[in-house]
């Protein structure tokens, strides 16, 4: 397999390789700088004469990866690993102790459905309720229940604590009358966790309860050395995997981009320097800066998030040149939330423009959850689909203030703003084209444009508003790091023109205010 020559910062990984002594080397590959290709070197290179395995995410990543790397490199996902992993003492995998089990939907209404049939977990739902002050039955301790065992989930943790509460539910117990122990709802939380993990029950579990058990047990992976793609993302479980291969004596290459860590609400961690700093010995971190994606224009526009960042890397674009506006007609729009981006499809059908729009991840499976949500909201109790087991619409509406249910938010304001009549909506994303190849204009959030790079990107106004001030929080002040973060990713996805609608301007008069001021800029700063 050819690859091509590499350039000095892929020669200095290869020459970290290339030295036997090493156990992890933590590669940060900022936007565009060709991490895939890095590994590929390293596959066919320093370390050809020996077996590989390839992690990452996703199943569509791992098929990718199979083009890039020969026979020695063997490609999956860390979930399909922990789900073929062996069952802890029980002589089976996790396979076939969890199949028919992994909630189809969310995990939420699949709970509260099973309880429906379980006097068990209803009277453990009902004590959770009653330690935190709520009074509507045993249907108000699903969610705070699910919300413990789901931190403990994605923790380091060996066993359910207080420690994984969340701060929303400190407030309740605190505020309860009768109860203010939280170690009522730890209980139930445990009671809940081993009743999901027993072989012979039937309770739905999500993908994070096997990773989790297998994280307790790790097993030995079945190559000496481990590549770990978008380790910026890792979750904590990924990482008790991780660390135990290279404690056992197995060596490690991770490779992301700090700056695009994008998915702490989920668990992730910023892994990439962790492990490298929890084996000193024999690690070594080393950038990725050298962006093919986008000239110069374009790696100055990403540099100025890598600023509010407090980055010590900053990108340089050695792709095509290329330009960034105020204004332009672009193939993609990237929008912060689902809602904004509905709203342009609901313009385009309305001002008949005749743009064939693709919305990436596809459009299939917000119609049908828009479709629960209004049928929710009119008052009819769903009887399958992913928000089966909400009792009504208080119920869902509650569950999107929570940490679990926070991504349900805007579409059920939405929804709550047309009073439930989402036929229209519903109308206007079934009309979109499927495939991206034959559509003139492509939408997506910033989430899942990650990964993505289009000739020409948009960025919608709505990025903005983490910038501004308001008459809440009348002092401006730099958004946290995973907002940054997402508009970092959104600003790097253009090829040849980004349009930022203001954007760009803003986050430097807004880091040179700082800079005056005396704050460093760095996420999380006020502007005085």
Not at 310 to 327: F, I, K, N
Request: glycine content about 10%; hydrophobic content about 45%.
């Amino acid at each position: 397999m050819a690859h091509p020559e590499p350039n000095e910062e892929q020669a200095a990984i290869m020459d970290a390789a290339s030295a036997r002594s090493w156990r992890v080397l933590a590669i940060n590959a900022l936007a565009g700088t060709g991490k895939t290709t890095a590994l590929a070197l390293l596959a066919a290179g320093p370390l050809a004469g020996e077996p590989i395995n390839y992690i990452t995410f996703n199943a569509r990543a791992a098929r990718e990866a199979r083009g890039h790397f020969g026979a020695n490199t063997a490609a999956s996902t860390a979930h399909s690993l922990a789900w073929h992993s062996p069952y802890p003492g029980a002589g089976i995998t996790m396979k076939e102790v969890f199949a028919g089990r992994l909630s189809s939907a969310g995990l939420y209404g699949d709970l509260a459905a099973a309880a429906e049939a379980d006097g068990g977990l209803r009277r453990s739902f009902a004590i959770a309720a009653g330690a935190l002050g709520l009074g509507r039955g045993w249907r108000a301790g699903v969610s705070p229940v699910l919300q413990v065992v789901e931190a403990f989930t994605k923790s380091p943790d060996p066993a359910i604590t207080a420690a994984h509460v969340p701060p929303a539910l400190r407030s309740l117990a605190l505020r309860a009358q009768e109860a203010t122990d939280l170690g009522v709802l730890v209980s139930e939380a445990r009671r809940l966790w081993d009743r999901q993990i027993d072989p012979t029950s039937a309770l739905p579990i999500s993908h994070g309860v096997y990773l989790k058990l297998a994280s307790l047990s790790p097993q030995p992976f079945s190559a000496g050395t481990v590549f770990f793609d978008e380790a910026q993302d890792a979750s904590a479980p990924m990482l008790a995997l991780l660390e135990a291969h290279v404690a056992a004596g197995g060596r490690l290459v991770m490779v992301g981009d700090t700056f695009q860590h994008i998915y702490g609400w989920a668990g992730a961690l910023n892994a990439i320097e962790a492990i490298a700093a929890r084996f000193p010995d024999g690690s070594a971190v080393l950038p990725l800066c050298r962006s093919y994606r986008f000239g110069e224009e374009i790696a100055d526009a990403g540099n100025a998030f890598l600023g509010a960042l407090g980055a010590r890397y900053r990108l340089v674009g050695d792709g095509p040149s290329g330009a960034v506006e105020h204004q332009g007609d672009t193939n993609a729009v990237l929008f912060r939330s689902n809602a904004r981006m509905i709203m342009e499809i609901l313009a385009n059908q309305t001002h008949g423009t005749g743009r064939r729009i693709h919305v990436v991840g596809g459009a299939k499976e917000m119609v049908a959850i828009l479709y629960d949500m209004g049928a929710l909201y009119k008052g009819r109790i769903l009887t399958g689909g992913e928000l089966a087991g909400f009792a009504d619409w208080a119920e869902l509406k509650e569950f999107t203030r929570t940490p679990l249910g926070s991504s349900y938010a805007p579409l059920a304001s939405l929804v709550e703003r047309r009073r439930g009549s989402v036929g229209a909506i519903a109308a206007a994303l079934r009309k979109t084209e499927p495939r991206m190849e034959r559509s003139d204009t492509i939408l997506s959030t910033a989430h899942k444009a990650k990964g993505g790079q289009w000739r020409s990107v948009k960025l919608s106004e709505e990025f903005q508003g983490a910038w501004k001030a308001s008459a809440r929080d009348p002092v401006p002040r730099v958004p946290e790091h995973e907002e940054l973060s997402l508009q970092y990713v959104a600003a790097t996805r253009a090829e040849r023109l980004l349009v930022h609608r203001g954007l760009i301007p803003l986050v430097r008069e807004r880091l040179r205010e700082l800079r005056m001021s005396g704050s460093d800029g760095v996420s999380g700063s006020a502007y005085r």
